[in-house]
């Protein structure tokens, strides 16, 4: 009742405040179109990120649409269902590893920002969870060349991973920064978007086909409002931190329940049945990355005695009990949920019970110092492109909407050798990579000249990020004491942070 009433009073004093500015500002639509269009102008101006570079960015991917649409319509291709080989799958990823094993890379863990004491152990750092994604989305993309039905449970957890991460990270940058900015959400909306639409409408392919570019969308949306409402409870309704947090979290998650566990999510069938079905497979994944991301102070501590610098044999049990823990997890979750073998009898339990493979090995990566520190320049290299390598495989890498499979070279149909086959997966593969890196690249640039265009307008040049909660308490200083190390996870720079001709990919 306290809450409530302090709260209602400050929401009434600053009601009170805006209609006094309102009688003193009254608004005149023709002052606000001469403003923006002299913002517009002076973003034209800009010598850098302004109107030139973001025309340069429209013509890379305007070339980037096309050789996208001429690897849609190649011929000839035959059918993926008879590219099915479990065997070079295995093959494939046993190259990734070798790969990963030489690009291996260790970085001593460093102090804090205040200069002193022992060095912080930081678990998934944004190095750690690039490489993260990047074998992930391996395994994703090869899952789909080459047919390997038997590993589908394990590339649902894949999917979810993908979207865990996204409410994991956002939540992490919302709560440190208090950036509920126009900006911020411009930026990750064009991110995230702007390339998937752009391929949608010009190759008339169903957004659904890049199903998990929604699911991505509106976990970032859920992130942000369940953020802002939680640094409202605090600053407006003066609770402390982990009381905003935990009720901001816990009505997020009410949300969620009232609308996938009741005939609301039939909402989700107006859009279309493959909605329908991606959406309730990934329905608490969001959610339970925020959750994670609560809680990560909480981690920073435990890491920091389980693997710091005090007690080394302390530091060894931790390890053994660790990853044995880890280990566990994922044996629980293979053994009585990822061995079923019929799709239509995991999906519906999947949900629920993904998030132990994905803690397990979350335990078993970081479960000593040393694994903390190091990780995979090319697994990092792949992850930084996941959403463009996502999007392409299904017109460069494969084609028809991802249908099926290019044969460029001579005699490397259905029925081709095999040395022939790996050859043209290679080639086909590199061609891919490569304008995925470009396509990347274009759309940073493209978010970037944007987000100046709206600083420009909403007068915010010089920054974008609202303040900072004032008054921190100390249980908020506590729970930052991990996340001002953690690397942010959904930069603007770099995004984030994982089908028939028309068919979807199951």
């Known amino acids: 009742p306290h809450c409530a009433s302090h709260c209602s009073k400050a929401m009434k004093g600053k009601a ?68 099915h080989a479990p065997t070079m799958f295995w093959i494939v990823n046993a190259l990734l590893a070798i790969g990963t094993f030489f690009t291996w890379k260790w970085e001593a863990s460093k102090v804090g920002r205040s200069g002193s004491g022992n ?67 411009v930026s990750m909306i064009i991110r995230i978007n702007y390339f998937p639409l752009l391929l949608s409408f010009f190759l008339t392919v169903p957004l659904e086909l890049y199903y998990v570019v929604p699911l991505h969308t509106t976990g970032f949306v859920v992130t942000m409002i369940t953020c802002w409402i939680g640094y409202k409870f605090e600053t407006a309704c003066g609770m402390g931190y982990w009381k905003s947090r935990t009720m901001a979290v816990a009505l997020s998650l009410f949300a969620h329940i ?70 566990g997890l994922i044996a629980f979750w293979y053994g009585l949920f990822g061995s079923i073998q019929d799709k239509y009898t995991y999906n519906p339990v999947h949900p629920y019970v993904f998030i132990f493979a994905v803690v397990g090995w979350l335990m078993i990566r970081n479960c000593t110092r040393y694994l903390t520190e190091c990780h995979s320049t090319l697994l990092e290299f792949l992850g930084r492109h996941t959403l463009e390598t996502y999007v392409l495989q299904f017109h460069l890498f494969m084609t028809h909407n991802v249908q099926y499979i290019p044969a460029v070279i001579p005699g490397s149909g259905a029925d081709g050798s095999a040395v022939l086959k790996f050859l043209n997966m290679l080639l086909c593969g590199s061609v891919f990579l490569t304008t995925a890196v470009f396509a990347r690249r274009v759309t940073v640039a493209t978010q970037v000249s944007v987000v100046d265009l709206v600083k420009n307008i909403t007068g915010t040049m010089d920054t974008s990020m609202t303040q900072v909660v004032p008054q921190q308490s100390t249980e908020r200083k506590d729970s930052e004491h991990e996340a001002e190390e953690t690397i942010e996870l959904t930069k603007a720079e770099s995004g984030e942070n994982g089908f028939n001709s028309t068919k979807v990919l199951d």
């Not at 102008?41 to 305007?62: R, S």
């Not at 080459?146 to 979207?163: G, K, L, P, T």
């Not at 610098?309 to 823990?325: A, L, T």
């Open 16 to 83: 009170a405040d805006d209609g006094n500015s309102k009688e003193r500002r009254r608004f005149n639509p023709a002052i606000t179109i001469i403003s923006t269009m002299k913002s517009i102008k002076a973003w034209a101006a800009q010598d850098k990120n302004g109107l030139k570079d973001f025309m340069k960015a429209q013509l890379k991917v305007a070339i980037i649409l096309f050789i996208a649409n001429a690897g849609n319509k190649f011929e000839p291709a035959y059918p993926r269902n008879d590219n």
């Open 258 to 327: 009232i609308f996938y566990e009741t005939p609301a999510v039939n909402f989700l069938l107006l859009f279309s049945k493959e909605y329908h079905f991606r959406f309730q497979a990934d329905k608490y994944s969001a959610w339970l990355g925020m959750a994670s991301g609560l809680l990560w102070g909480k981690l920073g501590d435990y890491m920091q005695w389980a693997h710091g610098y005090e007690n080394d044999q302390r530091r060894r049990i931790v390890s053994i009990v660790q990853f044995c823990g880890g280990f």
């Open 119 to 185: 060095p912080r152990i930081i678990c998934l750092g944004r190095e750690q969870t690039e490489e993260w994604k990047g074998w992930m989305q391996w395994a994703f993309i090869f899952y789909h060349y080459y047919r390997v039905y038997y590993v589908y449970n394990e590339i649902r957890v894949f999917v979810s991973a993908y979207v865990w991460m996204t409410g994991f990270g956002n939540f992490l940058y919302f709560d440190k920064k208090a950036d509920f900015s126009i900006e911020r959400f």
